[in-house]
């Protein structure tokens, strides 16, 4: 399975954007590119996902490098409920292989 | 919609023991998946059942873990016997096309929490 690399911490403020980034540089034509959030105590939870082109929904933006060997998730707006494990994962076959994430952390 | 339904929420049992856990999955979903959590990383695919049918076990240890989904829909995970090294939150995810389509999400439940001592 093709592997991603993401921080594995990240802060970020209340109401103030953030950008999570993720490295796929063995990404292959036909991998989707998803992130999922686990909250504490929770399964993880669809966030958005995208094959060459940006994409937004009400919960994120994400965009995605010319090359796709790289991606960002942006929340536009962080409140504390953003807190959470974020996954970057690249889905073949629609198996999904996750990593360890990045702990987002908001301070009020 | 209904989300995925997982119990027990918790379970303890000593090692050498068995232990079964339960999951309903979003109606009309085609597709089930069990994923192992343990502590500090991330989910690991356990198996992979499109309708009643096993598309993939690669992941599971056959020689104590058992899965089955009846009819192509509840669906429960087994380990006979429990070892400390299986103590971990087992998430049950369901997601409607399946393996032909990229744009059908994972439903997570909330998992079983798992201890083993």
């Known amino acids: 399975d093709a592997k991603t690399t993401q921080p594995n911490s990240m802060e970020s403020n209340e109401e103030e954007p953030v950008h999570l980034p993720c490295n796929h540089s063995t990404i292959s034509g036909t991998d989707y590119i998803h992130w999922y959030r686990q909250l504490p105590s929770q399964g993880p939870e669809y966030v958005i996902h995208g094959l060459t082109s940006n994409v937004n929904n009400r919960m994120a933006s994400l965009a995605i490098a010319e090359d796709r060997k790289s991606s960002t998730l942006i929340l536009h707006r962080a409140t504390l409920r953003d807190a959470a494990v974020y996954y970057c994962?690249?889905?073949?076959?629609?198996?999904?292989?996750f990593g360890k994430g990045t702990l987002l952390t908001v301070n009020p | 919609e209904a989300g995925v339904a997982q119990s027990p929420r918790y379970k303890i049992i000593e090692k050498r023991q068995s232990v079964a856990f339960w999951c309903n999955p979003i109606s009309g979903h085609a597709t089930l998946y069990w994923y192992q959590q343990i502590l500090g990383q991330g989910p690991k695919l356990l198996i992979q059942?499109?309708?009643?049918?096993?598309?993939?076990d690669s992941q599971l240890p056959k020689d104590r873990f058992s899965a089955e989904r009846l009819k192509g829909v509840d669906s429960t995970l087994k380990i006979q016997p429990a070892k400390l090294e299986d103590s971990a939150v087992y998430l049950c995810?369901?997601?409607?096309?399946?393996?032909?389509?990229?744009?059908?999400?994972?439903?997570f439940g909330n998992g079983t929490r798992l201890t083993v001592t």
């Open positions: 994962i690249l889905g073949s076959n629609y198996k999904l292989t």
């Open positions: 059942f499109q309708n009643n049918g096993v598309v993939d």
């Open positions: 995810a369901s997601s409607l096309e399946g393996l032909s389509s990229y744009n059908s999400p994972l439903h």
